[in-house]
């Protein structure tokens, strides 16, 4: 069955400081990669796509990084910054048919920044 | 460029009751895709039509429906309510389909069942 876990579920840092989020999958075959971020009671915004042959992807103070084989993936903010509060979804692309490809949603990282 | 637009924003329904939520998808995109986001399933996927056709189905009872129309313009359609279809409800739109191509969302419809 296809799956995206993220982890943490929730996290807490201070202003300034930098974080990781993880996420890791077993869907297949594999398409692409997806990080979003939702703000509370908005629609998720799309930061970063990546394909199987990418290993990194930057957009801003975010960067993603892909490992394909280990099908991990990971999102890195830098110099984090109170808009930077928000939930951060994990969505991968795969199986079963090319070009009818399905997503899976991970079911998000709550990332709060406190002055 | 305007964004996907959900209307409407808010709304409150009874039990029993039936709703029409409206998306009108980025200008020239042909890919309208429909999920349910609630606090504790995250976002779960109702279905995506492209030029019209229901390309994929999510694991929804029938009481959720929806259609596309040749603008690409998109409804979708909740009858019989229940308490625990209360939810977000987002759409999505995307060039060619939700697989290959980065969706964007519109802010979504909140609906609320009494």
């Known amino acids: 069955k296809n799956q995206v876990e993220q982890s943490p579920q929730s996290l807490i840092i201070l202003e300034g400081k930098n974080c990781t989020l993880q996420?890791?999958?077993?869907?297949?075959?594999?398409?692409?990669l997806r990080w979003y971020k939702q703000d509370t009671g908005r629609g998720p915004v799309s930061l970063t796509i990546?394909?199987?042959?990418?290993n990194t992807k930057s957009n801003g103070r975010y960067t993603a990084t892909l490992d394909a084989d280990t099908k991990q993936s990971s999102l890195h903010i830098t110099a984090s910054q109170l808009s930077d509060s928000a939930s951060y979804i994990c969505?991968?692309?795969?199986?079963?048919?090319?070009?009818?490809?399905?997503?899976?949603f991970g079911t998000g990282t709550r990332l709060t920044i406190i002055p | 460029k305007a964004g996907v637009t959900q209307t409407p924003r808010y709304l409150i329904k009874t039990r029993g009751q039936q709703v029409t939520l409206s998306c009108s998808p980025i200008?020239?995109?042909?890919?309208v895709s429909w999920y349910q986001q609630t606090p504790g399933q995250g976002l779960q996927f109702l279905f995506e039509?492209?030029?019209?056709?229901?390309?994929n189905k999510g694991n929804f009872p029938g009481r959720f429906s929806g259609r596309q129309f040749s603008n690409s313009r998109s409804e979708m359609n909740v009858s019989t309510l229940e308490l625990g279809d209360s939810a977000l409800y987002l759409c999505?739109?995307?060039?060619?389909?939700?697989?290959?191509?980065?969706?964007?969302f519109g802010e979504g419809s909140w609906l609320t069942v009494v």
């Open positions: 039509y492209f030029s019209e056709t229901q390309r």
């Open positions: 200008s020239g995109h042909r890919s």
């Open positions: 990546m394909t199987f042959s990418e």
């Open positions: 996420c890791n999958y077993t869907v297949s075959p594999f398409s692409n």
């Open positions: 969505v991968v692309s795969g199986g079963p048919n090319f070009g009818n490809e399905k997503l899976t």
């Open positions: 999505a739109s995307s060039l060619e389909g939700s697989g290959r191509n980065t969706i964007y």
